[in-house]
């Protein structure tokens, strides 16, 4: 079965610290773009990061740009999302997502969100 598996959601107070980790099954992140995608009530879907295959590229939204850091471990099948200094408007779910084919670059996987794979999500809460 294919499936991508968010964990690391949680409530923290601002200015706190928070680390994602998505984990894939039944497929090799090797081959995929990667991202990270949030979605607050009422609001559409960000995308918030995005790793090329190789962890060569990166993109951040403006909103997170120099507190959040993106990397993955192809080794071990995984995608981390590192969010620092949180704020209360980075409440929101938090889905992970996987590109295949389609990938082209960072910067369109976080716009265009046309992904192959997504987790179940998980919820961060900032708040105090």
């Known amino acids: 079965q294919l499936q991508l598996v968010e964990s690391g959601g949680g409530l923290v107070q601002p200015g706190g610290s928070l680390r994602l980790s998505c984990a894939a099954s039944?497929?090799?992140?090797?081959?995929?773009?990667m991202g990270w995608f949030r979605q607050a009530p009422g609001k559409e879907r960000e995308g918030v990061s995005c790793?090329?295959?190789?962890?060569?590229?990166?993109h951040y939204s403006d909103s997170v740009k120099g507190r959040f850091t993106i990397s993955r471990d192809n080794a071990k099948n995984t995608v981390y999302l590192q969010m620092n200094s949180l704020k209360p408007e980075d409440t929101a779910v938090y889905y992970c997502?996987?590109?295949?084919?389609?990938?082209?670059?960072?910067?369109?996987?976080?716009?265009?969100?046309?992904?192959?794979?997504w987790g179940q999500g998980t919820q961060v809460t900032v708040s105090s």
């Open positions: 997502a996987a590109q295949g084919p389609r990938f082209t670059t960072v910067q369109d996987m976080c716009l265009n969100s046309r992904n192959d794979y």
């Open positions: 790793i090329s295959r190789t962890g060569i590229s990166t």
């Open positions: 039944g497929f090799t992140l090797n081959y995929y773009g």
